[in-house]
């Protein structure tokens, strides 16, 4: 057994030189040489299975991770390896199952309690996985990621007042990602909207908004509907714009759009530009004009959904 650890432990120095070699085929071959020289050495199919994530051949990893937790049932790496792994495949029953044995070996570990997070949040388990990530906080009470995790699963539970101190502080964190204040930004502009803030709430969407890529239509509706109830005019416009362009069929935007033009005839010019690149389509009116929409009859996006109706005809409404 010595001689066969030391011939496989050759073979996995000669793995790391043609690896840093560029040389990936021929490493994968010595890797499938050192575990068959050596089919009980945990340690080497763990390289192996390592080597074999990180080029991309998946199944073929998935079957050395299985493999390595029967040799080594003691070591959480490959119970969390294999449970990324299933994740990705959607597989994820077997995932969670996997990722609990790792984290019974390996309670703390960041990388494992934070993918039971997002399976949690997949199962609907809203109130467990806000719990796991606050076991990530525990162990590391800077970590970024489970921050943005966590306060976008409170927003989503309504709990925004509990949201909104977790994201203020990563604004203007420097050790965070640019993407990461920038996704800071828009969760508290949303937790914003939801305790009617609205010109705080534009003023954080808009922010996010200079840096957010991939930016939807229900996006830049959000942004309009917020300026709308900050009754910042002059911002509506050009976010009905946005989110025609990207989406000439949105149902709420084609909605505030006609809404718009009922106002005044300076906010039909202003849509009416707006649809020079997508002109507006109703289905279900033929050559009939579409009876008009009052503001409370609006739809709001995802999480500000309820209005309250005030007495005064005509005044935009605040949300509950």
């Known amino acids: 057994m010595a001689i066969r650890d030391s011939e496989s432990q050759d073979l996995v120095e000669q793995v790391r030189v043609a690896t840093e070699s560029g040389r990936q085929e021929q490493a994968a071959e010595l890797l499938k040489r050192a575990v068959a020289n050596n089919p009980n050495n945990a340690a080497v199919r763990q390289q192996l299975s390592e080597f074999l994530i990180a080029n991309g051949y998946s199944e073929e990893a998935i079957q050395q991770l299985q493999r390595t937790t029967v040799l080594a049932p003691d070591d959480p790496r490959p119970y969390i390896d294999l449970s990324y792994l299933l994740y990705e495949k959607k597989q994820y029953t077997d995932a969670l199952k996997n990722l609990e044995l790792g984290l019974n070996l390996d309670p703390t570990n960041i990388r494992a309690l ?92 808009e922010q996010s908004m200079k840096n957010r890529k991939d930016a939807s239509a229900d996006d830049w509706y959000r942004v309009a509907y917020a300026c709308l109830q900050a009754k910042q005019m002059e911002k509506v416009y050009p976010a009905v714009t946005q989110a025609l362009t990207l989406n000439p069929m949105h149902t709420e935007t084609n909605r505030l759009s006609h809404f718009l033009t009922q106002q005044t005839h300076s906010s039909a010019a202003h849509i009416q530009q707006a649809s020079l690149y997508t002109p507006l389509k109703q289905p279900g009116f033929i050559r009939q004009a579409p009876q008009p929409i009052p503001v409370e009859a609006l739809t709001p996006p995802q999480g500000w959904e309820h209005v309250v109706k005030q007495p005064e005809s005509g005044a935009i409404l605040p949300l509950q």
């Open 114 to 205: 934070i993918l039971k997070g997002e399976l949690e949040e997949l199962a609907s388990l809203n109130s467990a996985a806000i719990e796991t990530y606050h076991r990530v906080l525990q162990v590391d009470p800077y970590n970024i990621d489970s921050r943005l995790k966590l306060a976008a699963l409170e927003i989503k539970m309504g709990e925004h007042n509990r949201a909104t101190p977790i994201l203020r502080p990563i604004c203007h964190n420097t050790s965070a990602t640019f993407d990461q204040r920038s996704e800071a930004q828009w969760l508290l502009g949303v937790a914003y909207g939801a305790d009617h803030r609205w010109s705080d709430s534009v003023a954080s969407l």
